[in-house]
């Protein structure tokens, strides 16, 4: 089984930079494609990023793009999120989600198996 635990949220101001990790346990994630998404208060979960097992290639969703990044260390087990130039649309509870046999870079949140509790992200004015 795998656990995937995020940190690194918190209350920020808009254009500061705040970075997730999603650290799992359990078992090596190394070969896992491992996602990002997000769920602002009243509204649907969404995707942010994605990245490939060995970090060799990533999406992102358009209203990040140039401003957030994705990465890996594997040897640290660790999936980062570096987001910069906050808005306060990115207020939202940001998730974690890992799948062992994904080989695409899905944004659907129902092909991912394992997932994390959330860090709360909030921006303010």
């Known amino acids: 089984q795998v656990q995937l635990v995020e940190s690194g949220g918190g209350l920020v101001s808009a254009g500061d930079s705040l970075r997730l990790s999603c650290t799992a346990s359990?078992?090596?994630?190394?070969?896992?494609?491992t996602a990002w998404f997000r769920q602002a208060p009243g509204k649907k979960r969404e995707f942010v990023a994605v990245?490939?097992?060995?970090?060799?290639?990533?999406k992102l969703t358009d209203s990040v793009k140039g401003r957030f990044t994705i990465s890996r260390d594997n040897a640290k087990n660790t999936v980062y999120l570096q987001m910069n130039s906050l808005k306060i649309e990115d207020t939202a509870v940001y998730y974690c989600?890992?799948?062992?046999?994904?080989?695409?870079?899905?944004?659907?949140?129902?092909?991912?198996?394992?997932w994390g509790q959330g860090s709360q992200v909030t921006v303010s004015s």
């Open positions: 359990g078992r090596t994630t190394n070969s896992y494609t």
């Open positions: 990245i490939q097992y060995d970090g060799g290639r990533s």
């Open positions: 989600a890992a799948d062992p046999v994904l080989m695409v870079l899905s944004p659907h949140e129902n092909e991912y198996e394992y």
